[in-house]
């Protein structure tokens, strides 16, 4: 029976990591088991996938030990062997790509076996890694915080005059840390509060807000940003907006990726709330975006994930930024997992661009299983045979569409946005090329309603009789 946890972990390894692994395993000082690897060798040609007929428990025994391979549960044994070496191995690569808490694990031993004269040269090298950090986050701190407490107990084991100095700056290195966590927790909580409607407590966060405004964390950066960001969250207004931003703009250098990612999304959601106009809201989410493809900031893992594609092109193609779109989605090509996402931003950008023609290729020849794309696909086609005047494949798709939307269990706000569409759209098909007073009335009815999918297509085709 194969161990699906191993090869759920392998699968997540990369290729430069697979070869790490198989020294690390053909280490005696890492492995002791003879046969792992051999085991490992073996099921290694199977990668990236391990779903190889190969891989088949029978199959492997014969392979790795020939018939008479004895007792049958020595593959169970070694996937659970394997297993956990590769759990060792993760420790150690983490070590070995985090300097820092490599330096402290090495200072700490240093300390224990009173090798003072070791530590206080590694403690040099230490502080001056730290000083050179890409980042100041609060990862960035917590390890500062590490060498404080280190040097702290060197100094209180060495019966040091220092000890109270060195006390001193352990405690606030810690209380710069602990601000760090609690303004972000605070942001964290209070975005997930905004996007959900859930009533979060945290009034015992507040004092974080207060606590971080104060004149003592003036050169953190990451205090900073977040207690901007923080205000923003509490207040939306086009100053918090603009003080953020600026401020966020001038310390970026500081934050990783994925910080930097979080605080650009507090900025696009309410940048969603706070622009007077559409327009002006597009125009802004657009910058921000592009500052995004540019830093590399929208990737996962390596991933471009299917709602950050669909925002991105769908604000490009509003602002009638067709060229850009398109380089945008070809750039990303290899990010993108999902090839049914790739095809419907694709045929996006192609009916944008009015090629109709080509919208249709795409589209007619798709194969799309998720729901929200099938939505999404089968309304493009449908306006897509409208433009290209095929009216007699538009209603015949129309009423297919109403029987797909009747019979398949949506949410059922999906489902009566997708409703109103259809309802609308045939009567604007339907309408006669002279009826302006029903055309005036069908935009009267469109325009009243708060959620309809495509509202604005509908509106501009009643707009251009």
Same mark, same amino acid.
């Given at each position: ?15 430069? %990591? ?8 053909? /280490? ?6 003879? +046969? ?13 996938? $391990? ?53 402290? #694990? ?12 070791? $530590? %206080? @040269? ?12 890409? *980042?100041?986050?609060?990862?960035? *701190? ?17 019966? !040091? ?44 966060? !507040? ?7 104060? =004149? ?22 086009? !100053?918090? *907006? ?14 990783? /990726?994925? !910080?930097?990612? +979080? ?6 959601? =309410? ?19 592009? #500052? @995004?493809?540019?830093?590399?900031? $929208? ?38 997992? /999902? $090839? ?5 931003? %694709?045929?996006?950008?192609? &009916? ?5 023609? @080509?919208?249709?290729?795409?589209? %007619? ?19 897509? *045979? ?14 297919? &569409?109403?029987? &797909? ?24 098909? /339907? ?15 469109? =325009? ?18």
């Amino acid at each position: 029976m194969r161990d699906k946890k191993l090869y759920k972990l392998l699968r997540k390894l990369t290729q430069t %990591e697979l070869k790490s692994l198989r020294l690390f395993i053909n /280490s005696p000082y890492h492995n002791s088991n003879k +046969n792992l690897p051999r085991f490992y060798a073996h099921i290694i040609k199977y990668a990236p996938e $391990f779903n190889h007929t190969g891989l088949a428990e029978e199959k492997m025994l014969k392979a790795l030990f020939g018939e008479n391979y004895g007792d049958p549960k020595i593959i169970s044994r070694l996937q659970s062997d394997l297993f956990k070496r590769i759990e060792e191995f993760i420790v150690t690569e983490k070590i070995h790509n985090q300097k820092i808490n490599a330096q402290l #694990l090495v200072l700490e031993f240093y300390r224990e076996r009173r090798l003072n004269k070791l $530590f %206080e @040269q590694k403690l040099k090298k230490t502080q001056h890694t730290q000083l050179n950090a890409s *980042y100041k986050n609060d990862e960035y *701190y917590a390890q500062q915080f590490l060498i404080e407490s280190e040097i702290h107990r060197y100094a209180s084991m060495n019966d !040091n005059r220092e000890t109270e100095i060195n006390l001193k700056n352990e405690v606030k290195t810690f209380q710069v840390y602990a601000v760090c966590k609690q303004i972000q927790h605070y942001c964290q909580l209070k975005t997930r509060q905004q996007l959900t409607d859930v009533d979060f407590n945290i009034d015992q966060l !507040n004092y974080a807000l207060e606590r971080s405004g104060s =004149s003592e964390f003036s050169n953190v950066p990451f205090v900073l940003c977040y207690n901007a960001a923080a205000h923003l969250l509490r207040e939306k207004t086009i !100053n918090n *907006y603009n003080s953020f931003k600026e401020l966020l703009w001038q310390h970026k250098q500081y934050f990783p /990726s994925l !910080n930097l990612r +979080n605080l650009i999304t507090i900025l696009e959601n =309410s940048a969603i709330e706070i622009f007077p106009t559409r327009e002006k809201m597009y125009v802004e989410l657009f910058s921000l975006y592009q #500052l @995004q493809a540019r830093l590399g900031l $929208f990737l996962v893992d390596d991933v471009l994930l299917p709602q950050i594609v669909k925002n991105v092109i769908t604000v490009a193609l509003r602002l009638g930024k067709i060229s850009w779109a398109k380089e945008f989605l070809i750039n990303h090509k290899q990010n993108i997992e /999902s $090839f049914e996402v790739y095809q419907w931003n %694709e045929a996006r950008i192609f &009916f944008a661009n009015r090629d109709f023609p @080509q919208t249709l290729n795409l589209l %007619e020849g798709a194969k799309i299983e998720d729901t929200f794309y099938v939505l999404e696909s089968r309304r493009l086609l449908l306006k897509t *045979y409208y433009e290209l005047g095929y009216f007699d494949l538009f209603f015949s798709y129309l009423n297919a &569409f109403r029987v &797909f939307l009747s019979r398949k269990k949506l949410k059922p706000e999906w489902k009566q946005m997708n409703l109103d569409f259809l309802k609308f759209a045939f009567h604007i098909a /339907s309408l006669a090329k002279y009826d302006s007073d029903k055309a005036e009335k069908l935009t009267h009815q469109i =325009s009243s309603k708060l959620h309809i999918s495509d509202k604005e297509w509908l509106l501009e085709k009643l707009g251009n009789r």
